[in-house]
T-cell receptor, first 115, second 116 residues
Framework: SQQGEEDPQALSIQEGENATMNCSYK?????LQWYRQNSGRGLVHLIL?????REKHSGRLRVTLDTSKKSSSLLITASRAADTASYFC???????????????FGQGTILTVHP | DTEVTQTPKHLVMGMTNKKSLKCEQH?????MYWYKQKAKKPPELMFV???????INESVPSRFSPECPNSSLLNLHLHALQPEDSALYLC???????????????FGEGSRLTVL
C-alpha cells in the first residue's frame, strides 16, 4: 500500500475557483511536502510543512496538516489555467526525530483548470 | 529554469545496449537521488547518495548501476534493460540528509527512456 494516497485522483474546475486536494499517509513523518509536475516534466517543490506545524501559506497556496488523522490538504485559491498540472504530496518518513532519508510520493491529483 | 541538469532528454536503447544517464547540479547539495516514474504514476525512489556515498538502494535490479563521481555529478548506468524499464528517470538533489529531516528536493527535467 502507498504511504501517501491522494484524493481526488482528478479535479476539473473553472478559472477563478478554488482547488482542494487531500493526502493521507500511514506512518509517522518529519515533514510533508507538496510538488507540482507539468506534463512529462520534472517536479517543482511548492511547500513544506513540518510535523509540528498545522497550517502554512505561500502566495495562493494554503497547506494544512493534521497528524492525528495523518492527513494534509493543499488549497489553491483563485486558480489559473497555468495551475493545470499533477500535484503530489511527499512524506519524509521517520521516527524519534530522525529521518529515513527519503521522500515517498503519493499517487497524485491531476488538476485541470479551464479558462 | 531547473538547476539540476539531466542528459540526455530522450534515450532509445535495445535490450543488449549499455548506456548512461547523467545528472549535474551546482547548488552545493550533498544529497542526490534517482527516481523512476511510469506514466500516470508517482515517482518511485531508486537510489540515494549522501556525501557521495550510496545510502539507500530500494532493491533496484542490478541492471541499473548508480555512480556518484563527485558531489556535483550523478550517473545511472544501464545494461541489459527490459522493455518494462521504459520510463521517465528523474534526478534530484537536496542540501543534505542530516539525519533529522529530508528537505526540499530540486528535480531535473528527466530523461525519458525507451527500451526496445
Amino acid at each position: 500500500s502507498q504511504q501517501g494516497e491522494e484524493d481526488p485522483q482528478a479535479l476539473s474546475i473553472q478559472e477563478g475557483e478554488n482547488a482542494t486536494m487531500n493526502c493521507s499517509y500511514k506512518t509517522s513523518i518529519n515533514n510533508l511536502q507538496w510538488y507540482r509536475q507539468n506534463s512529462g516534466r520534472g517536479l517543482v517543490h511548492l511547500i513544506l510543512i513540518r510535523s509540528n506545524e498545522r497550517e502554512k501559506h505561500s502566495g495562493r497556496l494554503r497547506v494544512t496538516l493534521d497528524t492525528s488523522k495523518k492527513s494534509s490538504s493543499l488549497l489553491i485559491t483563485a486558480s489559473r489555467a497555468a495551475d493545470t498540472a499533477s500535484y503530489f504530496c511527499a512524506t519524509d518518513v521517520g521516527a524519534g526525530g530522525t529521518s529515513y532519508g527519503k521522500l515517498t510520493f503519493g499517487q497524485g491529483t491531476i488538476l485541470t483548470v479551464h479558462p | 529554469d531547473t538547476e539540476v541538469t539531466q542528459t540526455p532528454k530522450h534515450l532509445v536503447m535495445g535490450m543488449t545496449n549499455k548506456k548512461s544517464l547523467k545528472c549535474e547540479q551546482h547548488m552545493g547539495h550533498r544529497a542526490m537521488y534517482w527516481y523512476k516514474q511510469k506514466a500516470k504514476k508517482p515517482p518511485e525512489l531508486m537510489f540515494v547518495y549522501s556525501y557521495e556515498k550510496l545510502s539507500i538502494n530500494e532493491s533496484v535490479p542490478s541492471r541499473f548501476s548508480p555512480e556518484c563521481p563527485n558531489s556535483s555529478l550523478l550517473n545511472l548506468h544501464l545494461h541489459a534493460l527490459q522493455p518494462e524499464d521504459s520510463a521517465l528517470y528523474l534526478c534530484a538533489s537536496s542540501r543534505d540528509i542530516s539525519g533529522t529531516t529530508t528537505g526540499e528536493l530540486f528535480f531535473g527535467e528527466g530523461s525519458r527512456l525507451t527500451v526496445l
